[in-house]
C-alpha cells in the first residue's frame, strides 16, 4: 500500500520551517571570524576626535611585527554613530591586509663603509688626523 501524495504535501512545509543545520551564531563566540588568508588579526579602534572646523577626523596608530611572507589583517571599527544634520552615520567596519612579500637591500654593508662629506665629524679615523673628503669608517659586519 502506498501513502497517499496529500501527506507528502503536508510533510515538505513542515519539515521546511524548522532549521536543519544549527546557526553560525551559535560559534561566533567561540571560533573569531578571520580570514584564511591572515596569519595574524589584531583588533584595532580607531579613536574619533573633532577639530576646531567641527569636522571629524580619526586617529590610529598601530605597531606590529611581522616577518617574510606573513600577512596581517586588521579591522578598524568605528565605534561610534556620528549625527550630521538630518543624516546618521551607522558605524562601519573595515578590514584591511598588509602583506610583507619582499624584502631588499640596496646598499649591502661590507666591513668597510666610505663617506664623502667634507665636513664630517672623525669617527672611525685615525687619532690626530681630520677628516678628509674621504674618510673610511671600519666596523665588523653583522653575522
Not at 589583517?73 to 602583506?99: M, P, Q, V, Y
Amino acid at each position: 500500500m502506498r501513502p497517499p501524495r496529500l501527506l507528502y504535501l503536508l510533510l515538505i512545509p513542515l519539515l521546511s520551517a524548522f532549521p536543519q543545520q544549527p546557526s553560525a551564531d551559535i560559534f561566533r563566540g567561540l571560533f573569531p571570524i578571520q580570514p584564511p588568508h591572515c596569519s595574524k588579526t589584531p583588533i584595532v579602534i580607531a579613536q574619533a576626535s573633532t577639530n576646531a572646523n567641527t569636522a571629524v577626523s580619526r586617529g590610529m596608530q598601530m605597531q606590529f611585527y611581522i616577518g617574510l611572507h606573513t600577512t596581517v589583517c586588521f579591522r578598524l571599527d568605528e565605534g561610534l554613530s556620528i549625527d550630521s544634520g538630518k543624516e546618521l552615520k551607522n558605524a562601519s567596519s573595515w578590514l584591511h591586509t598588509i602583506r610583507l612579500d619582499k624584502l631588499e637591500h640596496h646598499h649591502p654593508v661590507t666591513s668597510c663603509y666610505r663617506t664623502f662629506f667634507p665636513n664630517q665629524a672623525p669617527i672611525g679615523c685615525t687619532a690626530g688626523n681630520n677628516p678628509k673628503l674621504c674618510c673610511d669608517i671600519k666596523f665588523r659586519p653583522y653575522r
